[in-house]
Nanobody
Framework: QVQLVESGGGLVQAGGSLRLSCVAS????????MAWYRQLAGKQREFVAD????????KYEDSVKGRFTISRDNAKNTVYLQMNSLKPEDTGVYYC??????????????WGQGTQVTVSS
């Protein structure tokens, strides 16, 4: 019914930047909170940042504060993650997550397939 497709991952040197995008498509009435999570090597998936439906509330995991910026374009059903000053310890798979009100009037949380971010030292 709904797909989340991430893009923008890749290989970058330490100190560099990447911008991740996640587009939601399908039977969408509206999108509530959208978020980014990541899974670092050998670790469980962890929260990175989230943004409410109207963009009024944003939260970040402590280690990315001041370096990462989450934003969204509601007209495009898209959430972004601008990542600056990247560090090797940011290397991992980044996942998009969204709480979506379907046209069927049920609310479901979806995950994207993930995009690899690799930061070389």
């Amino acid at each position: 019914q709904v797909q989340l497709v991430e893009s923008g991952g890749g290989l970058v040197q330490a100190g560099g930047s990447l911008r991740l995008s996640c587009v939601a498509s399908g039977s969408i009435a509206s999108i509530n909170a959208m978020a980014w999570y990541r899974q670092l090597a050998g670790k469980q998936r962890e929260f990175v940042a989230d943004i409410t439906g109207v963009g009024g509330s944003i939260k970040y995991e402590d280690s990315v504060k001041g370096r990462f910026t989450i934003s969204r374009d509601n007209a495009k059903n898209t959430v972004y993650l601008q990542m600056n000053s990247l560090k090797p310890e940011d290397t991992g798979v980044y996942y998009c997550n969204a709480e979506i009100l379907l046209t069927s009037r049920s609310t479901v949380r979806y995950w994207g397939q993930g995009t690899q971010v690799t930061v070389s030292s």
